[in-house]
């Protein structure tokens, strides 16, 4: 067989193809988790959950009949608990371990510094990125849906498999069926937020409530599998649009309902074609321990280890709670 001859340079290649970037894919958000907690001291990487079999409940009426809710990883504001706001660094003491239901009038207040979002990137300023519940609102009154929930649903980012399925899981279809939802829209943020959302979409669908993802962690969701999802490839901490930008957040809904609306079968992904940047660079930055000077991983993993006590504060101080409340 004769030799093929490729007198082109890859670069020049790239540039006379139009080819994209090498590293302008999705983000592998769990290999980048694995070998950052690894630096950081970790020698067992995290399971992340994982199914071979997707169930998947089809819109029991027309979308525009349908009543609607918002499942968000956010979570209440609590000013007790430190900095929560635009900017803020990571925050577990305003983490929260129980499913809760706020009223959407007036609109709650709502944050995300309890989770790890892309904060080199972003700063969840604009909490239309994160959390559509004005577009939801905007749908139900131009008639793309029948209505929304009268509340917003939280689900807490539980890194234990168990604890999710078994008790957050169940309240959440709990709290849904309460409220004579007909489907919902789950919006995802960190990491971990991406498989507690995927799990939790899963049985909801499983006990006959339709379901669409909206997030930015492909590998995550896909790997857990879900029976639709909307990938955004922004920034983790944008799911459900650009920061400051109406149009974005318009349109990303508009797709994340098309998909909820046309989708024939589980796995049923779509992604957006909305680009965060022309440049791609900032998709090299998060958890990327190639990236991280030696002095850094050892501030980081002070740092990681201290809000992991506060985090385990919190989870005791939120079950004694639930105690007392029973």
């Known amino acids: 067989m004769g030799k093929i001859a490729n007198d082109t340079l890859p670069d020049t290649l790239d540039q006379d193809m139009g080819f994209a970037l090498p590293h302008d894919t999705s983000v592998p958000y769990m290999y980048r988790t694995r070998t950052y907690y690894q630096a950081l001291g970790y020698e067992r990487p995290y399971r992340w959950a994982q199914y071979a079999d997707v ?22 504001y609590q000013p007790d608990k430190g900095d929560q706001g635009p900017g803020a660094p990571y925050n577990s003491a305003a983490k929260f371990y129980r499913v809760y239901a706020v009223p959407v009038e007036p609109e709650p207040d709502l944050r995300i510094s309890h989770v790890g979002i892309d904060r080199a990137h972003t700063t969840a300023e604009d909490k239309g990125t994160w959390l559509p519940l004005r577009q939801l609102q905007r749908a139900a009154s131009e008639g793309r849906v029948g209505d929304m929930a009268p509340s917003v649903f939280g689900a807490p980012t539980n890194r234990s ?20 939802v007909d489907a919902a829209v ?39 599998g879900v029976p639709r999802f909307l990938f955004s490839d922004f920034p ?73 006590d506060i985090a385990h504060g919190r989870r005791a101080e939120d079950g004694v709670a639930a105690t007392q409340r029973a």
């Open 236 to 308: 983790l901490g944008n799911a459900a649009g650009r920061p400051n930008d109406i149009e974005s957040q318009t349109m990303t809904l508009a797709f994340a309902l098309d998909l909820l609306e046309s989708a024939t079968g589980p796995r049923s992904t779509h992604q957006s074609p909305l680009r965060w940047s022309d440049n791609p660079d900032w998709k090299l930055d998060y958890s990327n321990v190639e990236r991280i000077a030696p002095e850094e991983i050892e501030g980081r993993r002070a740092e990681f280890l201290r809000q992991k």
């Open 186 to 224: 789950l919006v995802a943020n960190c990491p971990v937020c991406h498989q507690s959302i995927s799990l939790v979409a899963r049985h909801l669908e499983a006990n006959g409530i339709p379901t669409v993802v909206m997030g930015c962690a492909k590998d995550i969701v896909e790997y857990c």
């Open 161 to 180: 498999h168990r604890v999710t399925i078994n008790q957050d899981c169940p309240e959440m279809a709990e709290r849904l069926r309460a409220a004579e």
């Open 55 to 76: 169930p998947f409940t089809a819109l029991p009426k027309p979308l525009s009949a349908s009543r609607i809710a918002l499942i968000t990883t956010a979570a209440p």
